[in-house]
């Protein structure tokens, strides 16, 4: 059995998409219209991008530019994500799509990223469940929140050039069979994640993943079994280990003529992030995959990467403990977690 697992805890120390700044999302290729092009800079899920590609179509890019990072980033490696992400597909009728035959369709996504270090046909794939419930009646609620909204992570992308502007291309791959039966596609996506990594390590016999869903029956005085529209709720629990003195504060110094310091993401400034702008916790990173040399096993890997990762914040404080090795300030730490995703 494991005794270690390395993970990476994602976040936003300065604002990627700023006000009034150039980050759009544009039409690359097979794309007929974009709808609400800021939402996907909007950290809140509930404001999305719709992407519509040209009818029948077995591949679609969308080209997505953002702001440049600030000069004391440009040493630290970033993740990119695409948060809160569903393929709806739809079956023809005269031409028009088939509202009544509705169905989230598994996302395969591939992802080209220049953000100061180039990687090429990044590939990730997600399950894709039906974002919609039905009621005991047999009535179909919409569900923006309480659906099978799907996380597309990459990492190993390396650190943000200074001054650099961000762009993403994303491509997404459907089966020939499938466009053949829904030929009319929607591509929503919830939110373009660029955030800082801290690399942790965890514990797996303290890991907890949990997923439940909150709605009006957990609240009524009757526990009635009425169906309605809910929350999905996913949380993590856990232990990170071995956090040197560098990975509380983010800094070592490294020299004494004139002073020379290290910089690195740290616990200290993920928890002030942590005060308004969600975290991207990756429990099983896999890295860069090539499209062109993607195996069945990678691309297993990758859907069990984006099923378990989690958007959200910690909602407990996160508890600072002395590990086993202890030597006064060139001890390890081991931090307590809990992160809750809302949906």
């Known amino acids: 059995m494991a005794t270690q697992q390395n993970s990476i805890l994602s976040y936003v120390p300065q604002p990627f998409f700023i006000a009034g700044a150039a980050s759009t999302i544009a039409a690359d290729t097979n794309i007929d219209s974009i709808e609400n092009t800021p939402g996907i800079f909007d950290p809140d899920l509930s404001n999305y991008t719709t992407v519509v590609p040209t009818d ?6 969308v080209k997505i530019d953002f702001p440049k990072s600030s000069a004391h980033l440009s ?11 569903s393929l709806l597909t739809y079956e ?4 028009a799509p088939d509202l009544d035959t509705k169905f989230s ?3 395969s996504c591939v992802m080209q990223a220049n953000v100061g270090t180039v990687v090429t046909d990044q590939a990730s794939i997600a399950h ?3 974002d919609t419930i039905h009621t005991f009646d047999g009535v179909a609620r919409p569900s923006v929140i309480s659906g099978g ?10 650190a943000f050039a200074a001054g650099a502007t961000g762009t993403v291309y994303v491509t997404i791959n459907r089966a020939a069979a499938d466009v053949a039966a829904r030929p009319h596609v929607r591509l929503i996506i919830g939110h373009l994640f660029v955030g800082v990594d801290f690399p942790v390590t965890i514990d797996p016999k303290t890991f907890t993943w949990t997923l439940e869903v909150d709605n009006e029956r957990f609240h009524a005085r009757d526990f009635g079994a009425i169906n309605s529209d809910g929350t999905l709720v996913k949380r993590s629990t856990g232990e990170f280990l071995k956090i040197p003195h560098g990975g509380l504060v983010g800094t070592e110094v490294t020299g004494v003529a004139p002073i020379v310091e290290s910089v690195s993401a740290n616990v200290f400034d993920l928890i002030k992030a942590n005060t308004s702008y969600p975290l991207l ?7 860069p995959v090539a499209d062109s040399s993607l195996t069945v096993d990678q691309a297993n890997l990758t859907a069990r990467q984006n099923f378990f990762s989690l958007y959200g914040f910690l909602s407990d404080p996160m508890e600072l403990l002395a590990d086993d090795f202890r030597d006064g300030l060139n001890s390890e730490y081991r931090a307590r977690y809990r992160i809750m995703e809302t949906r």
């Open 281 to 287: 916790f990756n429990p099983y990173p896999v890295g």
């Open 105 to 107: 369709e598994n996302i």
């Open 75 to 85: 040493a630290l490696d970033l993740s990119l994500g695409l948060i809160g992400c």
């Open 56 to 61: 029948g179509v077995g591949t679609f890019t």
């Open 128 to 130: 894709n469940s039906q």
């Open 92 to 95: 023809d009728v005269s031409g």
């Open 149 to 158: 909204r799907a996380n597309l992570l990459f990492h190993g992308l390396g």
